[in-house]
């Protein structure tokens, strides 16, 4: 695993240089609630979901019902 520490507007590109399949920038961290905000980028094609969403659809694979967050 790598760990990575970022400030805000800083970014993570996962990929290439030739072809950047996600980026992702670290847009805040509230040290009250311990909670950072991430920006996701990436082509449509690729799926991005919260772990709790992704183990629903693994766990019910033929079930459309959990949305996915690839939208928001």
Do not use: W
């Not at 961290?29 to 996701?40: I, S």
């Amino acid at each position: 695993m790598l760990i990575l520490a970022r400030k805000t507007g800083q970014k993570v590109i996962i990929g290439g240089p030739d072809k950047r399949e996600v980026e992702i920038v670290m847009l805040g961290f509230d040290p009250k609630t311990g909670q950072a905000k991430l920006g996701f980028a990436a082509d449509r094609s690729i799926k991005i979901n919260r772990e709790e969403i992704y183990e629903k659809m693994a766990a019910s694979p033929d079930d459309p019902s959990p949305a996915d967050d690839s939208d928001k």
